[in-house]
DNA sequence: TCTGGGGTCCTAGGACCC
DNA sequence: TCTGGGGTCCTAGGACCC
């Protein structure tokens, strides 16, 4: 009896279902060998590079970066627009497949997936034939990288790319993780490479040498994990369900600068919309809302107010939205608005507030509201006050069936 | 900078209570 | 009271991830 870890990391994601979409749909040329990037709209400020082709970033090109930037480098650059209904196929089909080999397959990102294989199997074998039948029955590349945990599964998976299966077993961590740059290591960030370079630590085995102590007084918690990681002790289950969300929010980008206050509450309301619905699909109450921007010169302010009870009415939650943004706008030209909830909890009970009464009608209008969207469209009903506005009346990101874990800062 | 959108976790200070 | 310390809640901001 076998058992590993392995980590899936699909190779630019974005950018291979892109081409695989494609080429599926009678287009001849392969994005994957020209220079190109799925990137965002330039004209609606939304102008940055989501993946990039393996020839792009031979041009210094990154994740992350302005597509302005991106084209400065490569002049011949083609640049594609983002399709997500698309990526979420391909992720479907990819998770599918992988499911034949073990019951217990976590979903940690659309194209990032843990599996943890137990079987009589050699698992190198195994990881190689999920590489290659994922390339032949689906049309795109993945790296796998197998260890005893989640972390060195995950560290070996972004060994070299694309294509590739990589193994990081205990006795390899001195010999092929430690060399590594400290910022290679996952929860090593910007600011933390910084932190440690100032001290003279520069690789994943210098970090691994520090006292556990001495790490754990610099930068607490955090500190501690990291050193742990660098170290290898990483104990987490593959978990087949992802915990519930513990917040639910939306932002968008403008395509101009909303410069009143009617335009303003017109987003948070398309906003609230997109998060209320989102909340009563998980059946969940808040009872913390959020309302942050950006202003002209990319400058962030974010306020919350706690509810005197949880709820997922669309009014009550954009009455506070509506109460918190007059409290905190100046007056300046914005160019993105958030609206999020948080402190959720299951919707099963309901807790009145002594101050409050149910209001049974509210309550029927938002489920009335959310059945005919879901049956005929977003937007087969809106509120009056977004006709002629120029404004969309449900602004957000797709509302999926199962809505993605999209993220743990923790594995 | 011409700089997206979805999240989680941690820290820290003040309020408030015992 | 010229007041100690611990616990919890609230809010703002920062760091990190995909």
Redesign the pocket.
Known sequence: MHRKIFHIDVNSAYLSWEAAWRLQHGETLDLRDIPSIVG?D?KK????V?AKSIPAKAYGIQT???V??AVQKCPSLISVAPQYERYVVASDSMVALIREYSPYVQRY????VFLDYQGKRDPLDVAEEIRERIKTTLGFTVNIGVGENKLLAKVASDFTKPDRVHTLYREEIKRKMWPLPVEDL????????KKLNDRGIWTIGDLAALDRDYILHWL???GLTIWEYANGIENSPVKNEGPP?????????TAFDVETEEDALLVLLGLTETVCM?LRAHRMYTR?VNVHFRNY??VG??????LYSATDSTARIYSMVKTLFRELWEGEPLR?L?V?VGRLSPNDVTQLSFFETWDEEAVQLDRTVDQVRNKYGQTALYRSSFLDSGIHPVI??VIAEE?YP?????L
């Not at 990102?109 to 990032?112: H, N, T």
């Not at 302010?301 to 706690?306: F, K, L, M």
């Not at 999209?406 to 923790?410: E, G, K, N």
């Open positions: 965002g330039v400020r939304r102008g940055i989501l992350g970066e302005t302005y930037s990102s659309v194209d990032e996952f929860m090593v960030g910007r600011r933390t490479k607490k918690k955090p969300p513990k917040s639910v929010g939306n932002s968008t980008t989102r913390l010169s990319f302010y974010g306020r919350e107010r706690t993105q958030g999020s957000g990101g809505d999209m993220m743990a800062s923790l």
